[in-house]
């Protein structure tokens, strides 16, 4: 396969980093755009600081890639933030704050991304959705909505970009990265696991494999759609699961 150039959004840390991991241990050159480099030496590829929220600076740092590397190839909007609180405790500054970075952040980087892409007549846009883009979850209302917002988006952007431009979402389910870490207690965290039929939480890497996966030739055929990502979590829906302690059996 040749070296591919591969954007990813927040990829100093968790899902993100794990994934620009995975492409540059592939030998894809990788740019990061996040507000803050990698900790230690922890980051793969190039590193570029961008506010995914601010669309000139991401168009121009698109335009920089493809001019710097001849190509945007695959561009992974990962970026994104969650905050746990009631749907009567948010307020209109953090609900736009989050909707900014997780719904307009995405759109932002595919479109800059696309631009170059059409006109290439290839590439891929993938975007780290989420499974409350597909259920409900209570205290995350506007995190719920940007997720399936971004299903959305893939959805349409399958049929306006289709047949050179493919579009993928990876949907993880709770994956144990600084951001749930800090979320939760260790007693929360339990708590969850036992609600996974997996009976744990996912490894970045994991999910890192299906941005690989859907970014590969072997993914041609696929556009539109998630890879759901949970160690079984929705299968049974989230309603069902509640009160049954997976992997009990094993006890
Ligand atoms: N951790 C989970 O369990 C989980 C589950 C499902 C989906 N997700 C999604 O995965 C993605 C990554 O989450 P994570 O858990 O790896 O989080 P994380 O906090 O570990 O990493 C997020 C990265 O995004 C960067 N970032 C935040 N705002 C930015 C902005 N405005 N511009 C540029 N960069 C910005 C941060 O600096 C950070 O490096 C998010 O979209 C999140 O919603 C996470």
Same mark, same amino acid.
């Given at each position: 396969m040749h070296k591919r150039t591969v954007v990813v959004t927040?990829? %100093? %840390?968790g899902i993100g980093l794990a994934t620009a991991q995975r492409f540059a241990s592939a030998g894809d050159q990788v740019v990061n755009f996040d507000l803050r480099p990698p900790a230690g030496d922890a980051g793969a590829g190039e590193w570029v600081e961008v506010d995914v929220t601010d669309w000139a600076a991401v168009g121009a740092a698109v335009d920089r890639v493809a001019e710097t590397h001849g190509s945007v190839d695959v561009a992974i909007a990962n970026a994104g933030i969650s905050l746990r609180r009631t749907f009567l405790e948010m307020t209109e500054k953090d609900v736009r704050a989050l909707l900014d970075i997780n719904l307009m952040g995405v759109i932002g980087l595919w479109q800059a991304a696309a631009r170059h892409m059409v006109a290439a007549r290839s590439g891929v846009l993938l975007a780290t959705a989420s499974t409350n883009g597909s259920a409900g979850y209570p205290y995350y209302a506007d995190y719920n909505a940007s997720k399936a917002a971004v299903l959305a988006l893939a959805r349409t952007l399958a049929l306006e970009l289709s047949p050179h431009v493919r579009t993928a979402c990876v949907s993880p389910g709770y994956v144990m990265t600084p951001m749930q870490r800090a979320e939760y207690t260790d007693e929360m965290l339990a708590e969850v696991n036992a609600r996974i039929p997996a009976g744990r939480h996912a490894d970045p890497a994991e999910i890192a494999e299906a941005f690989h996966f859907l970014a590969s030739p072997q993914a041609r055929f696929i556009t539109g759609q998630q890879l759901i990502v949970d160690g079984g979590e929705l299968a049974g829906g989230t309603a069902s699961s509640h009160g049954v302690v997976f992997g009990s059996q094993d006890q």
């Open positions: 927040g990829a %100093s %840390s």
